[in-house]
């Protein structure tokens, strides 16, 4: 059975990974997992078996996301004394939590300092402190910036567009810092364009896939910022969950180092809006405005460091990826009465 297959007991098979197994009964610390991506891990490790815990301040993640059961301290990462309560007794810490928006961080360049470096010291210093086995962190592409490289590989100098991608590359640093002063073992997951069921669509900084998608199926004329032509790795949800249950079981002695995870294949915004009013069967002609500040042009991972390290390979690629975000929003009455209105309205397209 591929990885990317479900079993008999309903679990994709990345899931039943052996090593996995060693989570259950563990309490382990997302911060941020009311969000996107922590909310995912959360799903997974609830899956697992394990004690989750969610430290968020629902600044962009919403309490429905949570998984049934799980402790939840509503609270900032800059407040020390929450973090110290959810932490206490952990095995593992996914640190997701960020202020994640790239032109929010050039309008707010000190709130996202804030967040994200001040934040994170605090969350290592917590977890040390704590003896926690070991933190995952959310670190991010956008430390590639323009990079003329492509794929973006780790060993590249970082070229930081916005302090978005400065906070980003500052957090690996304190992790590797922290590994070293404490003995913490820390390690950074370089996530791709992340997309996938649970994207907020409605934030004013929704990721292009999520914005794409309420505007298809809202019947509007998708707007692209830019010329269209920017290629991106766009990587589904449960490669990179995947990737934080590899880093967080492994055997490695991990001490700051930091992986890449995104599938190693690039795609232009137009395709991505083409495959989509397809697969919809809505015109998906867009209108194009100006690019977004602080936006990279293009962006694809070299994935070699996580295979080597982490064991890890993509287990679900980006046509397939797409066709369950699809499912997922067809699910949300906000989304699907657009959809079917969409369609009703003739303004759909041959499938
Ligand atoms: N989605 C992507 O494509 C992508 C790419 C690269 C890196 N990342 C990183 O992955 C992580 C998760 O991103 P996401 O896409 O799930 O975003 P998201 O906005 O859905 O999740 C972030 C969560 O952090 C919470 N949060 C924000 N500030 C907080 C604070 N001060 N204290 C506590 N909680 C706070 C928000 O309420 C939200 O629930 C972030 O660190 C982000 O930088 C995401």
Known sequence: MSLAETSTTGWPAWLQTPGFSDLRGKRVL?????????????RALSTLGSKVVVLDDLSGGYESNLSPGCEFHRA?????GALRRAVAECDVVFHEAA????????AEPEKCA??????????????????VRRVVFAASA???????TLPSREEHTPDC??????????????????????????????????????????SPYAAVISAFLKMLLSGKKPTVMGD???????????????????????????AGEVINIGTGVRTRLLDVLARMGEALGVDA?????????????????DIGRARELLGYAPVVDFAEGIRRTLDWAKTVPSLAGHAAGAVAAGRGSAA
């Open 99 to 106: 202020l994640v928006s790239v032109p929010q961080s050039v």
């Open 76 to 80: 900032s990462v800059l407040d020390d």
């Open 161 to 202: 567009w916005s302090p978005y991608a400065a906070s980003k590359v500052a957090g690996e640093l304190l992790l590797q810092s922290q590994a070293r002063c404490s003995g913490l073992s820390t390690v950074s997951l370089r996530y791709f364009n992340i997309f996938g069921p649970r994207q907020d669509p409605s």
């Open 114 to 131: 804030q967040v994200n470096m001040v934040g994170t010291q605090r969350v290592l210093t917590a977890a040390s402190d704590a003896r």
């Open 30 to 42: 997302i911060t941020g997992g009311a969000g996107f991506i922590g909310s995912h891990i959360g």
């Open 142 to 148: 956008a430390a590639y910036g323009n990079t003329p």
């Open 285 to 301: 002609s867009p209108s194009f405005a100006p690019p977004r500040a602080g936006d990279v042009r293009h962006s694809v991972a």
């Open 228 to 254: 269209g032509e920017q290629t991106r790795d766009f990587t589904y949800i449960d490669n990179v969950v995947y990737a934080n249950l590899l880093a967080a079981t492994s055997a490695r002695p991990f």
